[in-house]
């Protein structure tokens, strides 16, 4: 199912992180798909405006007692859980607060899922930061998992509470391991997010940083792929691990040079040291997915970082207003 077709039958879906970038997008897909949404996020890095009128909104942390309320009132069927802390640096910074946020945020939501029938959860996992600097490329779902971030282990610990969850309480999962995601409504002004970052910062005649020499990789992948690879998600026959990506790497000077012919602009990198906690090279190999759930990644690099620029000349917050 992709976003836009009709369903056969309405999900009461809950979307945890629904006010941010990736989470918007989905809540977007399942309302035009004709589920009914609604959406819990505390605005901590998510913005109100990118909640639809079509959607019921609380603005509540994940970890609040008040989470039973919603579960109570709208009985959610599925729930795509979006909601972290997802910033790598602020889990090395304050790795409580990571741990707090995203180990027993998702354990109390699972607690909920449980108690309340709730059938099916798809999981926002990261592929770029649990398997630590790789043995190989691209890496598989069998590659050891070494993360050298706090946000890499807490992200990372959650699956094994799905895995318990489905196993002794029936509440079957699908936890998608993400490489890096771009494109609308990716916050400019976050920590995370280069291409929505040096977009910003070429449109206003800002002289971008590159942490590192340039030559650090990473795996693209434009918000559309990640939709409907989550849509996908919603039928619950499928449960487990699954990488996400194209299994290429792409540098960041890369990234830099093609949002600058996007932009239109002659403007040349500054160089800064590299970064605690963030790996040198991940790519993702997602055969996995493409034959179990029939994805692969479709938006090429170039046409996904236009479209973002196009984005951020029309929209310079991040978000609409
Ligand atoms: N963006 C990427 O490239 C990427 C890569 C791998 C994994 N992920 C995962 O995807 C998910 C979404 O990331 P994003 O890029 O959309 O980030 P984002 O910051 O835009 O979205 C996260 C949302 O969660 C909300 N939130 C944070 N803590 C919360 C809490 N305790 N209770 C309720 N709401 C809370 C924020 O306000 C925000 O709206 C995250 O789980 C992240 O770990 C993202």
Not at 224 to 234: F, H, M, Q, T, Y
Request: aromatic fraction near 8%; proline fraction near 4%; charge should be negative.
């Amino acid at each position: 199912m992709a976003g836009g077709e009709e369903v056969d039958e309405v999900v009461r879906v809950l979307v945890t992180g629904g006010a941010g970038f990736i989470g918007s997008h989905i809540q977007d897909a399942l309302l035009d798909a004709g589920h009914e949404v609604v959406v819990v996020d505390d605005l901590s890095t998510g913005h109100r405006e990118n909640v639809s009128e079509r959607a019921r909104f609380y603005q509540l942390d994940i970890r609040d007692e008040r989470l039973r309320e919603v579960f109570s009132s709208h009985e959610p069927e599925a729930v795509f859980h979006l909601a972290a802390q997802m910033d790598v640096r602020r889990s090395v910074r304050e790795p409580i607060y990571d741990a707090q946020a995203n180990i027993l945020g998702s354990i109390h939501l699972l607690e909920m899922c449980r108690m309340h029938g709730a059938r099916r959860i798809v999981y926002a996992s990261t592929g770029g930061a649990i398997y630590g600097e790789p043995e190989h490329l691209p890496a598989d779902e069998n590659h050891p998992i070494n993360p050298i971030s706090q946000y890499g282990i807490s992200k990372h610990t959650v699956e094994h509470y799905l895995r318990l969850y489905w196993q002794n309480h029936g509440v079957s999962y699908l936890a998608l391991r993400f490489p890096n995601v771009y494109g609308p409504r990716q916050d400019p002004h976050g920590e995370a997010g280069v291409v929505a970052i040096f977009s910003l910062q070429m449109l206003t005649g800002i002289q971008p940083v590159i942490f590192g020499d340039g030559s650090k990789t990473r795996d693209y992948v434009f918000i559309k792929d990640i939709v409907r690879a989550n849509l996908i998600g919603l039928d619950g026959t499928v449960v487990g691990v699954y990488n996400l990506g194209w299994g290429t790497e792409v540098t960041d000077f890369t990234i830099f040079d093609t949002v600058r012919a996007a932009v239109g602009s002659n403007v040349e990198p500054r160089y800064a040291p590299r970064r605690l906690g963030e790996v040198e090279r991940i790519c993702l190999d997602a055969r996995r997915a493409k034959q179990d759930l029939g994805w692969t990644p479709e938006i090429a690099l170039d046409t996904g970082i236009a479209r973002a620029v196009e984005y951020y000349r029309a929209n310079p917050h991040g978000f609409h207003v």
